[in-house]
Every structure is written in C-alpha cells, then in structure tokens.
C-alpha cells in the first residue's frame, strides 16, 4: 500500500498548492474522492455517578486522502474522546452508543476489540498531545519506535534499529544514528514529539490522528512540528486529522474545519472560507478574539473580545442550540429548537438557526436589534485596564 | 565557538551508547556497591565450596567441648563451640547453603506470584481483581504460624530426601504460601497507576496487544516498589524460617541453617555464651545490608531516568 501511495503522491504532489486557498475548486459541492475515514452520527457516552453523560453528540466528518481535517474546540468539546473512539481506545466508563466510522468501507466502531486491534498503528494512528508522557521512560526511543514494527511484522533487531534509524531521519531528527539509542528524558520537547509522529509513521497509516500535538510546545517549536506533519501527509497523501484548540494552528496547515461546540460539530467547511466568512456565531466569536497587531498600526487599541460565560458541562446541557447562553445573536427560537447542520452556502455547514445571515454577517431576520449585546459581552472577564471599548466589532 | 558547542551535548551521548558498560560504570562508581557485592560473592564461594572455609564437620559434636569460647584463627574452634558442643564455624559455613538458597526460592517464586496476580488484577479489575484481592485477604488473615502447624501434618511422616532442595521444601512452601501478598498488592496499586498513563495508551494505538502492554510497558515502571522491599525480605526469609525449625518443620536436620543458629544461640547470650548468637547474626545483617546496597545501586544504574 505504502509504495503505491507514494508513487500517487510524487505524481500528484504538485496539487498541494491549493492548501492555503482551498474551498475554490478542491471540494465545493459533494466531494467526488472517496474518503478514507468517514465519522458518521458518532455519540458517545460517559457513565459517571451523575449518571449518564454525553461527550460526543451526533459528530459527522470526512477524511480524504491527502487533506488535513482540523477539529477545533475548546475543552471538553469532546474532540479528543471522539477520536479515541475512532481508535478504540475510550476507557471502560464510556461507550459508543451510536454512529459509525468507515475506514476504507470497514466500520471500525463495529469491530471486536480484536479486529479492531489489528487497525490500529497499521491503519489509522495517532499522535498524542504530551510526547513525554506518551513515551515509555524505560525504553530506548529506537525501541519504541520499532516495538510495532517487530511484534507484527516480525523485524530482525538489526532491520529494527535500521528503520528506527530511517524514522528518525524522516522526521528530521539530526544525529539519528545515536538519538536512536537514547531514551525519551534525553530529547527536548520538540524532539520527542518528533519521535512521537515517528512512531505513529512506523507502519504507513492511512489516517494519521494528532491529538494537539503542539499545545505542549514553544511557539517557534509548534510551527516547525506543524510544518512536518504538513510535509509528511503531503508526501504520502495520508489523511490527518489535526485535533486542536488553537485556530492559529489550523489556519496554517489545515485545508477542511470541523468547529466543535458541546460534543457536536457547529460549523464545517473548507479553511480559507470559514476564515474570510464563518457561519456560526460560535466561529465567529472564536476568531474575533485571537488577538492581532493589525490595530497597532492604526494606532488604535480595543479591548479583545471574548466570549462570554463558559462552555457547558455536558451533564447540563442548554435547551435548545447549546450556544443559546453565550450567543450574541440568540433569538427566542434558539432556546427551544435544536438547530439542525444546514448549508447555507456549497461546501458550508452550519448547525445555527440563522446561518445565512451569519454567514452574509447581517443581524438574524427574525431579530429587531442586536444594541444590548456587546455590553453583555463585556462581563468581568475582561481585563480592566483597557481603554473604551468602541462596541464588540472587529470589522 | 560552534564547534564547541556542537561537541558538549555528543559527548555524554557517547557513553551512554552502551548500556551495560554505562551501568557498570555507574556502579564502579560507588565503592559502596563493589564492597556489596564482594560480600554476596564471599558468601556464594562459601554455599558452592563450604570445604575450603572450614575442615570440621558440622555433626562431630562432643558435649564436653560445649560452648567453647571462640578461639580465633588457628585454634579448633575459631569461632568456639555452641550449646551442644558443635563447631560454631562448621555449622555457619554448612548453613550458607540452605539459608540462601531457601531466601532466594522463597522470594523469588512469592515475586513471580505475586507480580502476577497483581499485575492481572490490576490490569483488568473486574471479576479478576475480586478473585485475586479476595485471596490476598484470606491468606493476610490466616496466621502464619497456624497455617505452618497445618502443612507440618500434612507432610508428617512424608520422607522428603535429603537433596538440597529437598531439606528446604516445607519452609519454601510455607513461606511461599504466605509471602506472595505483598507483592501482589503492591504490584496491583502501581498497575492501576501505571496502566492509565499517556505511554500505555500511546502503545494500544500502536496496536500492542494486551500481554504486551501488561509485559513491557506497564510492568517495568510498576516493579519499582517491589524491588524496594526484597533485600529485607530476604532478611525476613531467613529468621522465619528459624521459627518454623521451631515447630519442626525449618530446613530438615541435619542441615543447618544460620536461622536455626540464630534461634538457638539466642538462649545462650545471657549465658556466658553470646558468640552462638553474634557469628550467624554478623553473617545474615552483612548479606542483606549487601542485598540493600546492591538493590539501590541497580535501580539507579538501570532506570534511565535516575542515571541522567
């Protein structure tokens, strides 16, 4: 399968161009590629004393050969429990209680834990947030590199060590030749999570799952390890799933946005449009308030927005669009109908009431004004320092 | 300039390159460690060869001779005679034998039981832990002493042989019966710590199968505890089985052990007679401080994190 791929991808690796302007011609409309991974109506459950929970609530996405899908969400959004579900490795308390994830036409929540075993490393992999405490302290990274490796496909030590020592070097770890022999305390932190995607790469998954891979990093160290994942899935068209809570990061490498919100998806779509024009007040909220130099320049200083009150705890879950509470442009409807995932435009999804006119950013039909809301937004989380706020907008 | 930065973090790197040079290095280090190890080897050469440390038999005991005051280096009795006239000497060369080897069946085989167990109870709680945690109970319960009397009638009038593991094998199975729940407790705890951690999560996705993730990667960061408690287990082996000579059911005469020595020459110490007590007692503190020693400095020189 591996070479076969590559070949693909040395005579398509010209295609990649299209990454930082996407949605164009790539996937407007129904995408005609087959997926390789395709999470559907996926719910998962948490027992818990308080009785049952749910994590994940009905997420849908699609993978494709070649395409970074990037999650977005904050804590307890579920997108980790969702892709630990994907990889069979939820704890006892939690289950899937519905859904299904098509791995080339394998349903992989359908398998026994045996088969499903067998999926994983060789398949669909994944690459944790804390390479530290993702790699064994006792063991030599060239070990764990190859422990796969050797268990399942029978490698000698010597071919072992040697592939250990090709891992290394793919990942552009220098001196790999003596690293191999050393153990994860003796690698910085970008290193080690350079072994850690390594690791995940040993037997040429198809999908690769990144776990945050970055959150535990230095900024300068974060862009170079997003650099090589970019590098590496374009190299072998593998399809990557880049989990993470930080929109920085996604706009850089991903081409496809999953906004997850409350343990479902609240807005999907192709990266370079979600940026230039969200359809879901959440996403818009989100990248309102990345902070930007831009207002340096015109010498004026405004207060970042934020978003106010804080995500729900699954347990107590709002009526209605779980968003109601923190929306600036919740109307009445909104806190008694759960807003289904519509598309307001091709290749855009949305799961708000009145996506259209978010996504065409004018106030929502039905609402009269929209004059109370930015006060509502300038709750005590704000720090008090600044200067007036000339109301909550960006544009 | 650059070169010599460049050349600083290689060079530890290099040493590290082996890691058995780099633990004999670590332990060549502590002269603590060689004075250890030293003393387990003297003690070794002692329970293979016990003819080149003394001449006397352990058995020739004339009554008159008895508690004979040691004589130091060259008289018949360098280290006297004991209540029954019995060479002090002979009998703790000759009691090297089935001393140690008794501490190390017992310990070894209770650790492989009981890190077995612990490690599947901890692994997989469930109806597994229930059965395994249950069984601890009953066995912590049960008084050591009380179980001893029974396996005594059991094996009453059973002619066990007079091999060498033969005169050990009804301490080994007594003590070995009640030995091995430390172990598997300690054991399961740091299961349940070590079994939820990011490593062994990673290695699943990597499609380790459960043996391997128990074996290789759960396993070696929860033996750490153990190892902690088996120097003084050792210790603790070797008078137990001075109680269950006791009973009549220790290392079967006429081997001697240093427990039944140490037994016996406690009644003798307010009796003009302390070196009955003083010789085999020297011997067992030095084998186990050297078990503790050597203990500490493996730990250091095989855990990584440590060595750094």
Same mark, same amino acid.
């Given at each position: 399968? @591996?070479?076969?791929?590559?070949?693909?991808?040395?005579?398509?690796?010209?295609?990649?161009?299209?990454?930082? !302007?996407?949605?164009?011609?790539?996937?407007?409309?129904?995408? $005609?590629?087959?997926?390789?991974?395709? +999470?559907?109506?996926?719910?998962?459950?948490?027992?818990?004393?308080?009785?049952?929970?749910?994590?994940?609530?009905?997420?849908?996405?699609?993978?494709?050969?070649?395409?970074?899908?990037?999650?977005?969400?904050?804590?307890?959004?579920? $997108?980790?429990?969702?892709?630990?579900?994907?990889?069979? =490795?939820?704890?006892?308390?939690?289950?899937?209680?519905?859904?299904?994830?098509?791995?080339?036409?394998?349903?992989?929540?359908?398998?026994?834990?045996?088969?499903?075993?067998?999926?994983?490393?060789?398949?669909?992999?994944?690459?944790?947030? #804390?390479?530290?405490?993702?790699?064994?302290?006792?063991?030599?990274?060239?070990?764990?590199?190859?422990?796969?490796?050797?268990?399942?496909?029978?490698?000698?030590?010597?071919?072992?060590?040697?592939?250990?020592?090709?891992?290394?070097?793919?990942? $552009?770890?220098?001196?790999?030749?003596?690293?191999?022999?050393?153990?994860?305390?003796?690698?910085?932190?970008?290193?080690?999570?350079?072994?850690?995607?390594? @690791?995940?790469? *040993?037997?040429?998954?198809?999908?690769?799952?990144?776990?945050?891979?970055?959150?535990?990093?230095?900024?300068?160290?974060?862009?170079?390890?997003?650099?090589?994942?970019?590098?590496?899935? *374009?190299?072998?068209?593998?399809?990557?799933?880049?989990?993470?809570?930080?929109?920085?990061?996604?706009?850089?490498?991903?081409?496809?946005?999953?906004?997850?919100?409350?343990?479902?998806?609240?807005?999907?779509?192709?990266?370079?449009?979600?940026?230039?024009?969200?359809?879901?007040?959440?996403?818009?909220?989100?990248?309102?308030?990345?902070?930007?130099?831009?207002?340096?320049?015109?010498?004026?200083?405004?207060?970042?927005?934020?978003?106010?009150?804080?995500?729900?705890?699954?347990?107590?879950?709002? !009526?209605?669009?779980?968003?109601?509470?923190?929306?600036?442009?919740?109307?009445?409807?909104?806190?008694?109908?759960?807003?289904?995932?519509?598309?307001?435009?091709?290749?855009?999804?949305?799961?708000?009431?009145?996506?259209?006119?978010?996504?065409?950013?004018?106030?929502?039909?039905?609402?009269?004004?929209? #004059?109370?809301?930015?006060?509502?937004?300038?709750?005590?989380?704000?720090?008090?320092?600044?200067?007036?706020?000339?109301?909550?907008?960006?544009? | 300039?650059?070169?010599?930065?460049?050349?600083?973090?290689?060079?530890?790197?290099?040493?590290?390159?082996?890691?058995?040079?780099?633990?004999?290095?670590?332990?060549?280090?502590?002269?603590?460690?060689?004075?250890?190890?030293?003393?387990?080897?003297?003690?070794?050469?002692?329970?293979?060869?016990?003819?080149?440390?003394?001449?006397?038999?352990?058995?020739?005991?004339?009554?008159?001779?008895?508690?004979?005051?040691?004589? &130091?280096?060259? &008289?018949?009795?360098?280290? &006297?005679?004991?209540?029954?006239?019995?060479?002090?000497?002979?009998?703790?060369?000759?009691?090297?034998?089935?001393?140690?080897?008794?501490?190390?069946?017992?310990?070894?085989?209770?650790?492989?039981? &009981?890190?077995?167990?612990?490690?599947?109870?901890?692994?997989?709680?469930?109806?597994?832990?229930?059965?395994?945690?249950?069984?601890?109970?009953?066995?912590?319960?049960?008084?050591?002493?009380? *179980?001893?009397?029974?396996?005594?009638?059991?094996?009453?009038?059973?002619?066990?042989?007079?091999?060498?593991?033969? +005169?050990?094998?009804?301490?080994?199975?007594?003590?070995?019966?009640?030995?091995?729940?430390?172990?598997?407790?300690?054991?399961?705890?740091?299961?349940?710590?070590?079994?939820?951690?990011?490593?062994?999560?990673?290695?699943?996705?990597?499609?380790? !199968?459960?043996?391997?993730?128990?074996?290789?990667?759960?396993?070696?960061?929860?033996?750490?505890?153990?190892?902690?408690?088996?120097?003084?287990?050792?210790?603790?082996?070797?008078?137990?089985?001075?109680?269950? !000579?006791?009973?009549?059911?220790?290392?079967?005469?006429?081997?001697?052990?240093?427990?039944?020595?140490?037994?016996?020459?406690?009644?003798?110490?307010?009796?003009?007679?302390?070196?009955?007590?003083?010789?085999?007692?020297?011997? =067992?503190?030095?084998?186990?401080?050297?078990?503790?020693?050597?203990?500490?400095?493996?730990? #250091?020189? =095989?855990?990584?994190?440590?060595?750094?």
């Amino acid at each position: 399968m @591996s070479a076969a791929s590559r070949m693909r991808s040395a005579a398509e690796g010209e295609g990649r161009g299209t990454r930082h !302007s996407p949605g164009a011609e790539r996937s407007e409309g129904e995408p $005609k590629a087959q997926p390789l991974l395709e +999470v559907t109506d996926l719910v998962v459950e948490f027992r818990t004393s308080d009785g049952v929970v749910r994590a994940v609530d009905g997420l849908s996405y699609r993978v494709e050969a070649g395409r970074t899908l990037a999650i977005v969400g904050e804590s307890g959004s579920g $997108k980790s429990v969702s892709s630990l579900a994907v990889m069979g =490795l939820l704890p006892p308390t939690a289950r899937v209680t519905r859904g299904s994830a098509q791995l080339a036409g394998t349903d992989l929540l359908a398998l026994r834990p045996r088969q499903h075993r067998a999926y994983r490393g060789e398949r669909v992999a994944m690459v944790f947030q #804390d390479a530290l405490a993702a790699l064994n302290p006792v063991h030599t990274v060239g070990y764990q590199l190859t422990e796969a490796l050797r268990a399942r496909r029978g490698l000698s030590r010597a071919d072992a060590r040697t592939r250990a020592i090709e891992l290394l070097d793919l990942v $552009k770890v220098p001196n790999a030749k003596a690293r191999v022999k050393e153990y994860p305390h003796q690698f910085s932190g970008g290193m080690r999570q350079r072994v850690m995607i390594a @690791s995940a790469l *040993a037997m040429d998954p198809e999908v690769l799952i990144a776990d945050e891979p970055t959150t535990a990093l230095d900024v300068t160290v974060q862009a170079q390890v997003l650099h090589l994942l970019a590098e590496i899935q *374009a190299e072998r068209r593998m399809g990557l799933v880049l989990i993470t809570h930080d929109l920085g990061v996604v706009a850089g490498v991903a081409d496809d946005v999953t906004v997850m919100y409350a343990g479902s998806a609240v807005e999907q779509a192709p990266v370079g449009p979600i940026y230039a024009a969200p359809a879901h007040p959440y996403t818009r909220a989100l990248l309102r308030s990345i902070p930007s130099t831009a207002g340096a320049d015109r010498g004026t200083r405004r207060r970042l927005p934020v978003i106010p009150g804080r995500p729900p705890s699954p347990a107590a879950r709002p !009526s209605g669009c779980p968003f109601h509470p923190r929306c600036d442009v919740a109307q009445d409807l909104c806190r008694t109908a759960v807003p289904p995932l519509t598309s307001p435009a091709p290749a855009r999804l949305s799961a708000c009431h009145f996506a259209a006119d978010v996504l065409a950013n004018r106030p929502p039909r039905a609402a009269e004004r929209r #004059d109370d809301r930015p006060q509502a937004a300038e709750t005590p989380t704000t720090p008090p320092f600044d200067e007036q706020v000339p109301g909550g907008d960006h544009e | 300039m650059s070169d010599a930065v460049n050349a600083a973090p290689t060079a530890p790197r290099v040493s590290a390159s082996n890691p058995l040079a780099e633990a004999w290095r670590t332990l060549r280090r502590r002269p603590d460690t060689v004075i250890a190890a030293a003393v387990l080897l003297f003690f070794a050469v002692m329970a293979a060869f016990p003819g080149l440390f003394t001449s006397t038999s352990p058995r020739t005991c004339p009554i008159r001779e008895a508690r004979t005051t040691p004589q &130091g280096w060259g &008289g018949d009795h360098p280290l &006297g005679t004991d209540a029954l006239g019995c060479d002090v000497l002979a009998t703790l060369v000759h009691g090297v034998r089935p001393s140690l080897l008794l501490a190390v069946v017992v310990v070894g085989v209770s650790l492989l039981i &009981g890190v077995t167990l612990g490690l599947l109870a901890g692994f997989y709680l469930g109806w597994v832990d229930y059965l395994v945690s249950r069984t601890v109970e009953v066995f912590l319960v049960i008084p050591l002493l009380l *179980a001893a009397l029974l396996v005594l009638s059991l094996f009453k009038g059973v002619d066990l042989g007079a091999g060498t593991f033969n +005169v050990i094998l009804l301490p080994a199975v007594v003590l070995i019966l009640f030995g091995w729940m430390p172990y598997a407790r300690y054991v399961r705890a740091s299961t349940l710590e070590a079994k939820n951690l990011d490593y062994v999560t990673a290695a699943r996705s990597l499609g380790a !199968s459960d043996l391997r993730v128990m074996v290789r990667h759960v396993l070696p960061n929860a033996i750490g505890t153990v190892t902690a408690l088996l120097p003084t287990s050792v210790a603790g082996v070797i008078s137990a089985e001075a109680v269950l !000579s006791f009973l009549g059911i220790g290392v079967r005469p006429p081997a001697t052990s240093w427990g039944i020595q140490i037994e016996q020459g406690s009644q003798w110490v307010l009796g003009g007679a302390p070196h009955i007590l003083l010789a085999p007692l020297a011997c =067992l503190v030095a084998t186990v401080l050297a078990l503790v020693v050597l203990g500490d400095a493996l730990r #250091d020189a =095989l855990d990584p994190r440590l060595a750094a």
